[in-house]
C-alpha cells in the first residue's frame, strides 16, 4: 500500500519565479494538507484540502495556493517567488476531515531559491 | 494561543541508558498530543498519540509518552535507547474549540536526539 508520494524530491527555482509541489495521499485518505519547514525548524501549517475546497489556512501570504482534484492528490503553488520560501515542503494526509488518527506525511519536496 | 515547547534543542543519551525528550503544551482545550520522527532529509513519521485515556501511551519502535494534565506535559521516553533512534523529534498538539469544525497540528522547534555507542 503505497504511503504519501511527493513530487518533486528536490528543485531549484529563481527568485520570481513559480513553482508547483505534487502530492499524492496514501490510499483511503481524503484530507491533504501542506506544512513548510524551514532549516532546523519546526514545520508551519500552509492549508489543508477537504472535498477540493481549502478549508484552514496558516499564517501564509496569497503566493501560497493550492489545488485538491477529485481522485484527492493536491498541488501547491507559490507565486512570486522569494528566498525565504527555501524549504522542505511536506504533504499530509488523513482519513477524517480533522486527522485527529494522525496524519501520514511524504517525504518532502526540497526547495531551493537561488 | 495555543503552543508547545521542546525545551531541549539537543540530548545525548549512551546506547543501552533509557532516554526521555521533553514536551510541555498549551491549549484551551482538551488536548489531543503526538509525536513524529524525521530522518535526514525524509518526511515525519508518526510516533505515537494521545486522545484520551491511559495517560501512558505505547507507540512505534519502543517508544513511550506519559500525558500528565497538570504538568501540561507529554514527554516521549525509552527505556533502552538504540544508536538507531538518532534524529529529529517532534511533539505537536491540536484541539477542537468550541464551534469549531477545523483544527491544525501546533508544532514544537524539534529535539535532535544523539545515541552515543
Known amino acids: 500500500d503505497a504511503g504519501v508520494t511527493q513530487s518533486p524530491t528536490h528543485l531549484i527555482k529563481t527568485r520570481g519565479q513559480q513553482v508547483t509541489l505534487r502530492c499524492s495521499p496514501k490510499s483511503g485518505h481524503d484530507t491533504v494538507s501542506w506544512y513548510q519547514q524551514a532549516l532546523g525548524q519546526g514545520p508551519q501549517f500552509i492549508f489543508q484540502y477537504y472535498e477540493e475546497e481549502e478549508r484552514q489556512r496558516g499564517n501564509f501570504p496569497d503566493r501560497f495556493s493550492g489545488h485538491q482534484f477529485p481522485n484527492y492528490s493536491s498541488e501547491l503553488n507559490v507565486n512570486a517567488l522569494l528566498l525565504g520560501d527555501s524549504a522542505l515542503y511536506l504533504c499530509a494526509s488523513s482519513p477524517l476531515l480533522r486527522g485527529i488518527d494522525g496524519y501520514t506525511f511524504g517525504s518532502g519536496t526540497r526547495l531551493t531559491v537561488v | 494561543a495555543q503552543s508547545v515547547a521542546q525545551p531541549e534543542d539537543q540530548v545525548n543519551v549512551a546506547e543501552g541508558n533509557p532516554l526521555t525528550v521533553k514536551c510541555t503544551y498549551s491549549?484551551?482545550?482538551?488536548?489531543?498530543l503526538f509525536w513524529y520522527v524525521q530522518y535526514p532529509n525524509r518526511g515525519l513519521q508518526f510516533l505515537l498519540k494521545y486522545i484520551t485515556g491511559d495517560n501512558l501511551v505505547k507507540g512505534s519502535y519502543g517508544f513511550e509518552a506519559e500525558f500528565n494534565k497538570s504538568q501540561t506535559s507529554f514527554h516521549l521516553k525509552k527505556p533502552s535507547a538504540l544508536v538507531s533512534d538518532s534524529a529529529l523529534y517532534f511533539c505537536?498538539?491540536?484541539?477542537?474549540?468550541?464551534?469549531?469544525?477545523?483544527?491544525?497540528?501546533?508544532w514544537g522547534a524539534g529535539t535532535k536526539l544523539i545515541i552515543k555507542p
Open positions: 491549549v484551551s482545550g482538551n488536548p489531543y
Open positions: 505537536a498538539v491540536t484541539t477542537l474549540l468550541p464551534g469549531d469544525s477545523n483544527y491544525q497540528l501546533i
